[in-house]
C-alpha cells in the first residue's frame, strides 16, 4: 500500500520515447495523417492532443482528477502467496489491484480525465461504448461527478449476459442502449444486413460515434485501444513501480490482459521505459482470448477502429473490423484490433503475447479466487492464466522469476460465467485459419474498394 | 488511509467496560446461565471463551489472521464531500468503507479468525447460515483458506434473489443449500407446517446448527448476533478512530446498519468506549429495516437466536423467533433479534436506533451513488438514509457536526433490486402493532408452555 501522496502527479506517454514511433493514423476521406482538428469532432481538445503527442514523456494529471483518483488510488500491490503455494513455484507472484476502485475495475483512470477534459471544454453530453460494461460504468459514474449527460451503446449479447452492469450504468443516470440498435443509421445497416446481429464493440463504437457527431455539444469517449486513454492508465504502472520497489524487486514478467490494449500498456509501459532506456531486460506478456487473436494471428495493417468506418484508418494488428468474435464472456476483449502503439511495440519485438481458450481462463481464475479470495472479471482471468503458464515454466526450469500481472477488475459481476464453468457448460471458441485470412482479405478488398 | 503497520494488533471486548454487564445467555435445558463448555457443542473453544470473556477489554488478534486482514485492511475512511454537497448540508460526513474487502463487505474480519480457530482446534468442517450471501461468502472464503469444508443454508428468498452469491459460494468450493430445505429435521419441521415459507435467517440458524451438532468434528459459525462476532469487527472502529484523528476531527454521531448487530457494534463500539470512560458524548444509531424493528418496537426478553430452539436462550430485544419478516431485498437485516450486548446499551440508553422504510433506503443508496460513485449494499442503505436524516437535520439547526458511518458492503451483487427501485416497483413493509404483538404472545406462550 502506498499512501495518497504517491499517487502520480504525471502520467506517462511512451510515445515520446518509442524506438520507432507508431504509423500515423489516417483522415479516412482524405488518407492523409490525422491532425489534432481531425479528432476535435470525435474527442475533447486535450484528448486529441494527448493522442497525437509524440514528444512530451510526461503529461500533468489535472488536480480535479487527482482529488478524484485520491478515492480510490494508490490501489494494493498484492504478493500472491496463496497462488504461488497452490501452484508449487519458486516464482514470486505479485498484482496490481484495480479491482478495489468503486466501479470494479480500471476503467475509472481514464474515465474521470475524458469527462473532465469535455466539461472543461463546456461539453454537455458524451457516448461511449461498452462491452461488458465496465468502461460504461466507469464513463457514466465519471459524467456524474462533472455534471454531463452520458449515452451509452452496450454490446448486444453482454446487456443480456449482464444485466447488472446496465444498471449500474443507469444507477449513475445514464441512458443504455443494446447495440446494435435502430436508433442510428450504423445500426440500421448492420441490422438489415445481419437481423441476429449480437454485437460487437465495433459495432458499438460506430452507433457511440455517430450519436456524438449528430448531437451538437457531444463528444465521443472511448475506453481504450488509442493512446491518449492508454496515457490514463498508466497510473498503474507508475504506482506498480514505486510498490515493486518497497518491495525490493524489479518484475522479470509483467502480464496484462489485452482488449484494446489500455490495462496492458497502463501496466507494462512504465516498466518498458526501462528496458527502453536503461538496458532493463523485462518481458511483456500481452493475455488475448483465442477466440479473438489479432495479436497472435492478426495482421498488421491499416484497418477502421469501427464497424461502420466512421473512424480514422489505425495501423494495427488486426482481424479486420468486419470479424464477428464468439460471444466469449470476457466481453472487453472481444475487439477486433490492437492500439496502434501496442502494435508497433509487438512488430518491433518489445512485447509479446499469447492466446488463452475460454476454459484455461476460467479454470486459472477459479484457482485465483480459491487462494486469493478475490473472484477475478473474465477479462483478468486471461491475465491470470498466462501468468501461471509462466510460473509453471518457473517449476521447470527452477528459476525464481518475479511476475507482475494487472487484475483489471472484479468479476462479481460475471457470475453467471463463473456458474456455467463449475457446471462445465463452457467452450472453447478458437477460430480457424480460414476464418482470419477470408476476414483479412474482406478487409483489404473494403479498403482498396 | 492508514499503512498495514497500522491494522489493530487487538480486537476490542466492550463487555469489559460496559456500566451494567448483559444479562446471561441461559442454557434452553437447564434455564441456568451457559458456561464455555456448553458453547463447546457449537462454536471453537477460544470463540466460546471470547463470547463469554467480561473482563478483559482487549483481545489479540491471531498473527495469521492478521496477515490476512492486511490483504485487504486497512480499509479506508473517506470523506464524502459528493454527498455533503449533494445535500447542501454543514455537516461532515465520513464513512468507513468495508466494501473493499475481496468478498466485498465486512464480514471477512470474523469468517478469518473463526475459521483459523477451528482448524487450530482440529475441526475439519464448519456449518453456517447466509441471508444476502455475504456472510456465506466470507466464511466460504476463510474455510478455503484455512483448509476447511464449508456447507452454507442459504435463505431461500435471497438464494432465488441473488443467484450470484450461491455461485460466489460455490466458486470457494462451499456447499450452498436453500433454507428451509428437507437436509434437517429443523427444515423439514418447518415445510411441513409452511410448505412455502421463504426462509429467514433463524430457520437457516437452526439447519446449520443441526448439521454441526450431527456431524463428527464439525462447528457452527455466526455472521453476526453474539459478542465474538462482534468483537472481531472492532478492527473497523479501531482502525476508524485512528483515521478520525488523522483527519482532526471526531464523531458526533456514528451509524451504521443493524441486523443482529456486528457492523453496528464493530464500528461503534470503539468509540463507545470513550463515552464510558473518558466523558464524550457521541451518539450510536442503529438503522434497522421498518419491516424488522426488533430494537425499535420489538421487546426485550428471553428469546432463541434461531427458529427451532436450538440455541441458547438470549436476553434481547427481539419480534418473536417465529417472526417471519417481509421479502425486502436488505436480506442481512431480516433478523427478529439484536445481539445481547446492544440490547443491553439500547436498555441503558448508551445507543439509540431509528428503522427506514425499504424506499426510503434505496433513494439514500441511489443519491450516494451518484455522488460517491459506489454502489451500496442494500443494508448498508439503511445506514445511509439514517445518516441523511442526521445531516437535513444540520441544514435546519446550521450545526457542523461531523457524522460518521459504516459502508458494511457494496451492492453490486443486488442491483436487480436498484432495478426495481428505479422501476418504480419497491413497496414498503412495515409492519403493525398487532403483529409485532402477537408475535410477542406467542413467544412468551412457547416459552412458558
Known amino acids: 500500500m502506498l499512501p495518497e501522496s504517491e499517487i502520480p502527479t504525471q502520467w506517462y506517454n511512451i510515445q515520446a520515447d518509442m524506438p520507432n514511433k507508431p504509423v500515423p493514423m489516417l483522415n479516412p476521406k482524405t488518407k492523409e495523417p490525422v491532425t489534432p482538428e481531425d479528432l476535435y469532432m470525435l474527442f475533447s481538445c486535450e484528448a486529441s492532443e494527448q493522442e497525437l503527442n509524440m514528444t512530451d514523456s510526461w503529461i500533468d494529471i489535472p488536480e480535479p482528477v487527482r482529488e ?9 500491490l498484492v504478493r500472491a502467496y496463496g497462488l504461488e503455494e497452490a501452484l508449487g513455484t519458486p516464482a514470486h507472484i505479485y498484482f496490481k489491484n484495480e479491482s478495489v476502485s468503486p466501479i470494479g475495475s480500471h476503467k475509472l483512470n481514464s474515465a474521470l480525465p475524458q469527462a473532465y477534459y469535455c466539461k472543461q471544454e463546456g461539453i454537455t453530453n458524451v457516448t461511449t461504448e461498452t462491452g461488458a460494461g465496465q468502461w460504461g460504468a466507469a464513463l457514466s459514474y465519471a459524467a456524474k461527478v462533472f455534471g454531463l449527460e452520458a449515452a451509452v451503446y452496450q454490446v448486444k449479447v453482454s446487456y443480456e449476459q449482464k444485466p447488472y452492469r446496465r444498471s449500474i450504468m443507469q444507477t449513475f443516470g445514464a441512458q443504455v442502449t443494446p447495440s446494435p440498435s435502430m436508433s442510428t443509421r ?30 451538437p455539444n457531444c463528444k465521443y469517449t472511448l475506453g481504450s485501444v488509442l493512446s491518449h486513454v492508454t496515457l490514463h492508465q498508466t497510473v498503474i504502472g507508475l504506482e506498480a513501480e514505486k510498490q515493486m520497489e518497497l518491495a525490493g524487486e524489479y518484475p522479470d514478467v509483467v502480464v496484462a490482459c489485452f482488449g484494446g490494449g489500455s490495462n496492458f500498456g497502463g501496466l507494462a509501459f512504465p516498466f518498458m521505459r526501462h528496458n527502453i532506456k536503461d538496458g532493463k531486460t523485462t518481458r511483456f506478456v500481452a493475455a488475448e482470448p483465442a477466440s479473438c487473436p489479432k495479436l497472435t494471428r492478426g495482421e498488421f495493417c491499416y484497418d477502421y477502429g469501427d464497424e461502420s468506418g466512421y473512424t480514422p484508418l489505425i495501423p494495427m494488428f488486426t482481424l479486420g473490423h468486419n470479424f464477428r468474435p464468439a460471444n466469449i464472456h470476457a466481453g472487453g476483449l472481444r475487439y ?11 512488430k518491433d519485438g518489445l512485447m509479446e503475447a499469447v492466446d488463452i481458450e475460454q476454459i484455461e481462463s476460467f479454470e486459472a481464475g477459479t484457482l485465483f479466487a480459491a487462494s486469493e479470495g478475490i473472484i477475478p472479471a473474465p477479462e483478468s482471468c486471461h491475465a491470470i492464466a498466462a501468468t501461471i503458464r509462466e510460473a509453471k515454466k518457473c517449476i521447470e526450469t527452477g528459476e525464481q522469476k518475479t511476475i507482475l500481472f494487472c487484475l483489471s477488475g472484479h468479476g462479481l459481476i460475471d457470475m453467471a460465467a463463473y456458474d456455467q464453468y463449475l457446471a462445465g457448460n463452457l467452450i472453447n471458441n478458437s477460430i480457424s485459419d480460414e476464418t482470419i485470412a477470408s476476414n483479412i482479405k474482406e478487409l483489404k478488398d473494403s479498403l482498396n474498394g
Chains 1, 2 share one sequence.
Do not use: F, W
Open 186 to 215: 450504423a445500426g440500421k445497416d448492420i441490422l438489415t444486413l445481419y437481423p441476429n446481429h449480437q454485437g460487437s464493440l465495433g459495432t458499438a463504437i460506430s452507433e457511440a460515434v455517430e450519436l456524438a457527431m449528430m448531437t
Open 336 to 346: 477486433h484490433g490492437a492500439g496502434l502503439v501496442a502494435s508497433q511495440l509487438l
Open 68 to 76: 478524484m483518483y485520491a478515492n480510490y488510488r494508490c490501489t494494493p
